[in-house]
């Protein structure tokens, strides 16, 4: 028996799919500037072309720059956590080093075809160029060839460029607003890190959303600048807040100068803010560390009343021009059903809605249209007579509960609350029944579930079908499954939500355990579908049990798997946590 060593080959297409790791241009281009930062550079300089030219990206920092071993040995040494070679931390600046993967080199290469660096340290000029050309007609990168250049420089000299040529034409040009966006979470706020985007530096102004700059001369502190931004977008920045700046550096951590102590402030809109404020005349009010302002200090808390009015009144303004705009859109999505309500209801829902949009500031209309639909449905049915019953019969510390619901909610919705559940308890005893009887078909569990969607979860309950959905569905079957297929026909529901997302259900009968066919089956049945249908389709499994031989992990997004039983026992506790919570009502 004869041994030989093995050995591991690495295909050139690597570089290739690291460089796309990134989910934009902008994110691959700030992975360049993290390089910057580890070397710890203080001024780096980004230049993007204009669409459709060919002029380059040049991103050049005034960092450490690599001596031609440092290039050598390390940064063209691929996956090598530069944190076992030098720890966690800059060796100049103490910063915390954040290229973790070894890869981020390869980043530029998602915008473009070649990529050229040049690099100056300890009296030597470095440089080679990468093209993703020679990449593909190589088959092991380690056999790659790469041209290196090294010449002398001046021993002061010390920094790193990055040319990208031959950018991408069927990708979008990196957008230099999009790019700020990015770069402004991690360095907004650095005092010795400063970066140039076409000419620009990063700074509050680049928030996209609403900006604001006002200055006044306080009395014994001197002249205050406040510089804000109120971001439009639907998620919170990373770091919220307003820095203080004395003499030009960060003091602490930043704040919401009071606003996050106020009961009737929407803690959602702290997230949107960021800014800071300039106050050279508190210098003698900051801690030795420079890490916080002296906190009983009385100049600070003139700053503090000089700023908190300002905010206020900038939030208020964003607030009510968010309200008028989320109300808008439901009144067109409501406004036949709010016409045909009595007038003194119709006023009722106009302030119900405006309690549910205050309520949920800051949540996506997929999320609150659904409840206001539930209270227009509330309204439209008027039936209080379940939810006076359970007050009479339910404990002190019940009523009070409800007492609190009512004044928060309105009668009516607790009534449609109330009734809704016990109805939904109803059919899952029922739907309990046909489950665990044996014989129980595809056919009668297509019957009880496909109007009760919500059994499967609150993900699943704004999905329904529709005539159309149902026709589409019966031509596919009747086209697949004729003749001798007739009988192996499966039972399929397609249904849609309000964001026009696809859901399609496959039931097998409670007895059926699921297993590996069931699962490619379906999988099938989506690319099938998917011919006809432009949008993502999700899938829903449902069965008795699941085999052992069911795929567990590495199956295809957005698929889904049920178990009746399982099912049926979440959707009693939801039923539970619906009453306790939203009503007060104990669950008997």
Known sequence: MSQSDLHFQVDSRLATLLSQEYSSSERALKELIDNAWDADAEQVSVTLPKPLSDAPIIISDDGCGMTEEELRRHYLFIARDPRSRRGDRTVGKNRLIKGRKGIGKFAGLMAASVMTLETRARGR?????????????????????????????????????????????????????????????????????????????????????????????????????????????????????????????????????????????PVRLLRKLYGEVNADGLRDHITAGWDAPVENSELLMAVEAYVQPILQQAFEQQYRRDMQLAQARLQKAIQTRLAELPEHKRQFADRAIRKVLDKYYGEPDSKVEPIVFVLLEALERSDYRLLLEHIADSRPRDVAAIAEGLNDFGLAEM??????????????????????????????????????????????????????????????????????????????????????????????????????????????????????????????????????????????????????????????????????????????
């Open 125 to 265: 000029l470095c440089g080679f160029t990468l093209r993703l050309e020679d990449l593909t007609q190589t088959d092991d990168i380690e056999h790659l060839n790469i041209a290196f250049r090294s010449e002398s420089c001046y021993v002061q000299l010390h920094d790193t460029t990055i040319t990208l040529t031959h950018l991408h034409q069927g990708m979008a040009f990196p957008d230099a607003n999009k790019l700020r966006q990015v770069l402004l979470q991690d360095y907004g706020r650095q005092d010795d890190f400063q970066i140039m985007v076409d000419g620009k530096r990063l700074d509050v102004d680049d928030v996209s959303g609403s900006f604001s700059e006002v200055e006044q001369e306080l009395p014994k502190v001197g002249k205050v600048k406040l510089r804000f931004a109120i971001s439009d977008g639907n998620a919170g920045l990373r770091q919220p807040g307003i820095i203080l700046r004395v003499d030009g550096k960060s003091v602490g951590k930043p704040g919401f100068f009071g606003l996050d102590k106020r009961d009737d402030f």
């Open 415 to 588: 009534a449609y609350l109330v009734e809704q559940a016990s109805a939904r308890s109803m059919f899952l005893d029922q739907l309990e029944q046909l489950a665990s009887n044996t014989g129980t078909s595809e056919a009668i569990m297509h019957k009880a579930l496909e109007r009760n969607l919500w059994v499967f979860g609150p993900e699943f309950s704004l999905f329904s079908t529709n005539i159309t959905l149902k026709r589409q569905i019966e031509e596919y079957l009747q086209k697949k499954y004729v003749g001798n297929k007739a009988d192996q026909r499966p039972d399929l529901l397609l249904n849609q939500n309000l964001s026009g997302e696809y859901l399609l259900i496959e039931l097998k009968r409670p007895s059926h355990s699921l297993n590996h066919d069931d699962y490619t089956q379906a999988i099938a049945y989506r690319h099938d579908l998917g011919k006809h249908i432009s949008a993502t389709i999700r899938v829903l499994l449902i069965g008795g049990r699941r085999s052992p031989d069911f795929p567990q992990v590495n199956r295809e997004p957005d698929v889904n798997v049920a178990v009746f039983d399982q099912l049926i026992a979440t959707a009693r506790k939801q039923l539970q946590w619906l009453l306790r919570d939203k009503t007060g009502i104990a669950p008997t």
